[in-house]
């Protein structure tokens, strides 16, 4: 057990630390204070202090202009820290630390992953080089963010010659009160990524108090088995007159510590709020109690998707893999993505997860297309679409490595085979970026044509991806699936490579069906019934059309059979009403679960459109509809507006998350750009000006950046002025624009009283528009006191107060 530190911020604050200042400078100007801050955490009981560097990296210090002076200002900090620790703690260690960017990477935002991660190795390079103990990324919010700094931390300590002994690299990531990151990610989910991308711990920070940690620690220690690191905040601010608390005295701080030990974190600490006396009585707590003990986790395989993840294996219920985004025999997928259309991609990705795909394989071979940044787009794009997990199906390990950068989370790819080449330049990808690898038993030589021969390939591939680091839990086994037609026992002695998987290795397996029949008659017929013996053999995740209605109900009853779908609920859901004896040809989808835009009313099919996020698609069917003469008025409220409704309401459900939601709102603004096209002069979609800003001190934007994009989406001009405003700007602001309503927002609790400061502007100049405030930092209760005419949680409550305090709603 390991007690961290608390708050930086707080202290700087309490040592002189002005509005607006860049506390990181601080390093340099006042390296005396830094220094007795950790001087006097080390005094209250920390065994790790936190370098101040949460915000020094480029793309943070370019907003007070020094860019340039990364190395200088994160050596600087060191050296405060090794202060301090010689003169009251030698023991103790150092923790170098790495907060947010402050932008999310494309497609959510417009910063490439390779910029986050040139910021983050920078600064990664500086901090280990000046001699810290830990590279803590904390306050994370968005895995792309995650993979980036991870990447960049892991690449410095390689090129410095440093093993993880040397520095362990701490993950943290922050988490919402549902339990989820802003961006969707659940514990579980960010846990599995980044022990497989090469985590020393994991951990939270931030976002909330220790009471409601608890239960997130539980649930990394049910997935990982990785150090757990837990610092929350001292409970959530408040505003007394016009200073902010934080309520949680150091008492009640400490109260909580026996609960988050048990739950499984080995390292304590605290966040925003906490001084030297929580951590005094954090170590008192912790000292006095004895954690229970924690149970193992046992190895198991997964992928995770931004926002979700699919284990698989011999004791989990098999799963399927989609088959259908591959354009090979499949002459007008291969067309349109040639041609730049995606549309048939999306909408076959969407089909198969309503029909019940865990996880999409993801194929863009076409002949003559730059399949690199192809599969880039796919993934992005498919990424935000959907939330099952996805499998990277390239031999172009080029194009495998763009989709593995582009993907939130940990993927699949399909395939690795025997051959040196192949082994040389594919295990180590799957290493870097923290996939699970599928295995082909295919050699140089003659393909294997017995059990035994592609168990002995299979072990090769095993060995070599020992070799490079991978572990059991990343590789799964195909028993190679060939056509009936090459030999009367090809499909005997794939079942038989099925059974001597299991036994030899134990592995999840994974094959495609379709290949057993090829040139016979009646394929799905074959195929479902293959599937059933391959699955009663050991097979754990076939990849299949689940759109095939006979292939799918071989799968469910299989699955039933082998005693994974207790009193058969699964199967009687699905079948329980069809008609005995009456062949089903495809799986019935319903309406909730999957849309069609074949409807004979021109605006539910544009509603669609919006709500799957069909960027193209809506186009079109905008045009068609305005050229059938529909009022653009009647679009924008009974089909636009409609689908947000739609969407918002999903969202608020935890149905949808943010990427979802930023997709469908860029279709939206399709459609409104469509009509201003079309009908130039049309007022049906010229909605009211909208100022957001942050308030005067505050450097932080991500959330009001969401809010902008969002109203600009739903058709409102939106003037943005960005960060750090003076209340003066923001109401000359107003009067120049006409304003209807102000969007005000504060992420720091140092910057709160600037809300209530901006709104009294606001209102003292005799305007009239509307005030409505945000922030990580304010409450409902806060925008009351101040003010304000509403409080928004997050972007989509923000459009609906607009709609709805402009009558649009």
Known sequence: MYIFDGAMGTMLQ???????????????????????????????????????????????????????????INTAAVIAAKQAIMEVKPNAKIAGSMGPTGQFIEPLGQISFDAVYDTYY?????????????????????????????????????????????VGIICQFSFSEDGRTITGT????????????????????????????????????????????????????????????????????GSFVPALLDAGATFVGACCGSTPAHIAEITKAAQHHTPKERVEVAPFTAFTSRTRFVK?????????????????????????????????????????????????????????????????????????????????????????????????????????????????????????????????PLGKGDLPATA????????????????????????????????????????????????????????????????????????????????????????????????????????????TLLGFDPAAAEFIADYGQEEEGVPTGTVSVTKESTVTFDSVDPLENIQHAVEQGEKELVIQLVEQALAQGIDPLKITKQALSEAMNVVGDKFGSGKLFLPQVMLAAEAMQGAFQTIKRVLPESDGVTRDTVIVATVKGDIHDLGKNIVAALLENNGYRVVDLGK???????????????????GICSLMTTTMPMIDVTIQAIRDAGLSSKVIVGGAV??????????????????????????HLLGDA
């Open 452 to 559: 035994e021969e592609r168990v002995a390939l299979a072990k090769e591939i095993v060995l070599a991806a020992y070799a490079v680091g991978l572990r059991s839990e990343d590789l799964l086994l195909d028993p190679l699936v060939l056509t009936l037609a090459s030999g009367q026992d090809s499909a005997v002695q794939t079942l038989r490579t099925l059974a001597m998987y299991k036994e030899t290795f134990g592995f999840p397996t994974v094959m495609g069906l379709s290949n057993v029949s090829f040139g016979l008659p009646q394929r799905p017929y074959l195929n479902s019934q293959f599937l059933t013996m391959a699955l009663s053999h050991g097979l754990t995740a076939p990849i299949l059309n689940p759109l095939n209605g006979m292939v799918k109900k071989a799968f469910i009853a299989g699955r």
């Open 724 to 742: 750090d405003v003076d209340p003066t700007d923001i109401v000359a602001a107003v009067e120049r624009e006409n304003a209807s309503v102000v």
């Open 186 to 253: 659940p514990p579980e989910a960010a846990a599995i990524m980044v022990e497989a991308m090469g985590a020393d711990v994991v951990g939270i920070n931030c976002s909330l108090g220790p009471e409601q940690l608890i239960p997130l620690v539980a649930r990394l220690a049910a997935v990982t088995n990785l150090p757990i690191s837990a610092q929350p905040n001292a409970g959530m601010p408040m505003l007394v007159g016009t200073e902010t608390v934080f309520p949680l005295s150091p008492r009640e701080m």
């Open 122 to 166: 920078e600064q990664a390079l500086a901090l280990i080089e000046a001699g810290v103990d830990f590279i803590i990324i904390e306050t994370i919010i968005d895995v792309q963010e995650m993979r980036a700094a991870l990447l960049a931390a892991r690449d410095a300590r390689k090129r410095l010659n440093k093993s993880k002994n040397d």
């Open 312 to 440: 698989v294996g011999h004791t989990e219920k098999p799963i399927i893999i989609g088959e259908r985004i591959n354009p090979t025999g499949r002459k007008v997928l291969a067309k349109e993505i040639k041609a730049g259309s995606f549309a048939m991609v999306k909408r076959d990705a969407l089909a198969q997860v309503a029909a019940g795909a865990d996880v999409l394989d993801v194929n863009m071979g076409v002949p003559d297309i730059d399949v690199v940044a192809v599969m880039k787009r796919a993934i992005m794009e498919l990424s935000m679409l959907v939330d099952v997990p996805l499998s990277i199906d390239t031999l172009d390990p080029d194009a495998m490595e763009s989709g593995l950068k582009a993907y939130p989370g940990r993927p699949l790819i399909n395939s690795v085979n025997a051959e040196p080449e192949q082994l040389e330049r594919v295990l180590p990808l799957a290493k870097r970026y923290g996939a699970a690898v599928l295995c082909l």
């Open 14 to 72: 309490q040592s002189g630390l002005e509005e607006g200042q860049c506390p990181e400078l601080f390093n340099i100007e006042h390296p005396e204070i830094v220094t007795s801050i950790h001087a006097a955490y080390l005094q209250h009981g920390s065994d790790i202090v936190t370098t101040n560097t949460f915000g020094a990296c480029s793309l943070k210090l370019a907003d007070y202009g020094l860019a340039q002076r990364v190395k200088e």
């Open 778 to 803: 304010l409450t409902q209760e806060y925008a009351d006191k101040a003010g304000a005419d509403s409080y928004a949680k997050d972007g989509i409550s923000a459009v609906n107060i607009v709609k």
